[in-house]
């Protein structure tokens, strides 16, 4: 396992794959091995992605038993999602599916660039499944999942705020959490010129824009002090420390998708 958390700690823009799914992860991305096997690696990455984080929701919104899903083949996990959660996510797995059966089928080619254009998608499951979160939850209306999102490196946070912004302009909470993330991730200009941006078109008041700017210019100062997340591994530690008793029953859905994610790490594994 040692091996697999230098790669976590090395990443420019930080992994958030779960420990089960890493040997294969890693494999996907070794430009070494040749393309087959790594077209069944990501194969291996995706399935166990949907096992890890989406058979417990599906068998929970009603939509099949354990039994049923344990039965089903890849494609039908994939339908089901299709039909049940999200058309694009599953467009997007269906595209890794085929690319992944290929690896294993003798007359079949795959090219290494194939793969390298996939690899994103197996990256973003998380982003993904709490971008989806926030559709059926508005943000800002659970004050503890705001909590533990906070515990995701920044630029995580920034991914997942712009694209539940795109379907919710005006959420004030969203606009401030989105500059503060900004911030974090070690963009003060970024952050400033957003919070211009929405009083620009209106969305807040020149108050509300005062009131946002103050809080990211005295952030900004004591920015060093606070504890922010730069890999999984602060991810976990940090979860952990935010975890509280009555957060996992409250909101069971978002704590399975960290739960999940963070299990088997720890800062003490990195050694």
């Not at 779960?18 to 091995?33: A, G, K, R, S």
């Not at 009131?211 to 530690?237: P, Y």
Request: charge should be neutral.
């Amino acid at each position: 396992m040692n091996k697999n958390f230098d790669r976590l700690l090395d990443e420019k823009i930080p992994l958030l794959i779960p420990v089960e799914i890493m040997e294969d992860y890693n494999e996907v991305t070794n430009e070494n091995l040749r393309a087959k096997t790594r077209a069944t690696s990501l194969r291996r990455c995706l399935e166990g992605s949907i096992q890890l984080f989406y058979r417990e929701k599906m068998i929970n919104l009603g939509c099949v038993t354990k039994k049923e899903w344990d039965k089903k083949r890849l494609v039908e996990h994939i339908e089901l999602i299709g039909e049940h959660i999200d058309k694009n996510i599953a467009f997007k797995f269906n595209k890794v599916r085929l690319i992944g059966n290929a690896g294993g089928h003798f007359h079949s080619t795959v090219e290494h660039s194939q793969i390298n254009n996939l690899i994103t998608i197996i990256n973003e499951i998380i982003e993904d499944l709490l971008v989806k979160y926030f559709e059926e939850y508005k943000f800002g209306s659970q004050n503890s999942v705001l909590t533990i999102l906070s515990s995701l490196p920044p630029i995580h946070r920034v991914k997942i705020l712009e694209k539940v912004r795109d379907n919710d302009k005006s959420n004030i909470i969203l606009i401030e959490k989105l500059s503060m993330a900004y911030l974090k991730n070690g963009n003060f200009e970024k952050s400033i010129l957003f919070l211009t941006k929405v009083l620009d078109e209106k969305i807040i008041t020149k108050y509300q824009y005062s009131i946002l700017v103050e809080k990211i210019e005295l952030l900004h100062k004591s920015l060093d002090k606070f504890d922010i997340s730069k890999n999984i591994l602060d991810t976990a530690r940090i979860f952990k420390q935010l975890s509280r008793v009555g957060v996992a029953a409250e909101y069971e859905e978002f704590m399975h998708i960290f739960s999940v994610l963070v299990n088997g790490y720890s800062a003490e594994g990195a050694n």
